[in-house]
């Protein structure tokens, strides 16, 4: 006589999740491409796998910068490291439901088959208003939200009273990253960690006058809307003069890089540093910079 054992499988085991941070805002000129460049080489600096997405399927700013920085690396025979990045395209439904449909599952599928391979994921949105890039703020595990040092670009967060300058309300951008989190809390139950960056500040003292107000204005709605503040990037050429062979100022003085590390290099860097230290992110915290 046989007997019958029961077999359970063991439980499939649960998909890879990377670190999503997405750089965004609904303005153009803010610099977000190149933040998230500067994210990237980084991360890979402190040796973290790091995958990328490009949601300005038109510009295509992000997705030519990593292109350049392929060929560099062929053209030189150097081993810097470099993202892997997929591609999306712009949905050619006619209808605008198929078409937000057929690039969710895009997106979806991209998120996936990156998270299988890599510890972060760093995600370019466009600057304006697309379905994808409100997909991909509900996906955000961090926020940062690029800001040059004015209020024509304060107007996206905020909206001040003009009768009283300590009334701040939350602006259209605003109100979506809200929408964002709440989709997220309901979906992943896990928050997002909302980092606005004061980009492109000026030194001037002409300017000064006019950074504090836009800085108590910041700090206002940060209090109301919940939103935290990283040290800024100043306004400085070698965040961009690079971007013909797809290098940062954090390959200058790696193998296979271009330059030196001047002074100003040095203070550029630091600025770096300081922002990472204010991301705190995971598996990254307490370990000292290699960058």
């Keep these: 006589m046989s007997l ?73 025979g150097v081993k810097l490291p470099a993202p892997q990045i997929i591609e999306l395209r712009e949905s050619a439904q006619r209808s605008l439901d198929l078409a937000e449909q057929e690039e969710e599952v895009a997106f979806r599928s991209a998120l996936r088959r990156l998270s299988e391979t890599c510890d972060f994921i760093v995600i370019d949105s466009p600057g304006g208003d697309s379905y994808l890039a409100r997909t991909a703020h509900a996906c955000a595990d961090t926020l940062i939200t690029p800001l040059n040092d004015s209020f024509v670009d304060f107007d996206l967060l905020g909206d001040i009273d003009q009768d009283n300058a300590e009334i701040v309300r939350p602006s259209i951008y605003s109100e979506m990253v809200w929408e964002s989190r709440k989709k997220k809390a309901q979906g992943q139950r896990t928050p997002i960690d909302w980092v606005v960056l004061r980009n492109r500040t000026s030194t001037s003292k002409i300017e000064a ?55 100003t290099h040095l203070a550029a860097r630091q600025e770096l540093r300081d922002l990472f230290i204010t991301l705190k992110l995971p598996m990254l915290e307490g370990e000292p910079l290699k960058f």
């Design 4 to 76: 019958a054992h029961s077999y359970d499988p063991p439980p499939a085991a649960a998909p890879r999740q990377a670190h999503v941070i997405v750089v965004g805002n609904q303005k153009g000129g803010a610099g977000k491409s190149t933040v998230a460049m500067h994210i990237i080489v980084a991360l890979m600096r402190m040796g973290r796998r790091t995958g990328a997405l490009d949601l300005d399927v038109r510009q295509r700013s992000l997705t030519r910068y990593i292109e350049n920085r392929a060929r560099w690396i062929s053209s030189r």
């Design 209 to 263: 006058k006019n950074k504090q107000k836009v800085g108590e204005a910041l700090k206002t709605l940060s209090n109301r809307i919940g939103f935290r503040m990283a040290p800024g990037l100043s306004e400085r050429v070698i965040y961009r003069e690079l971007f013909p062979q797809g290098l940062t100022l954090l390959d200058l003085d790696a193998d296979g890089g271009e330059g030196e590390m001047r002074m």
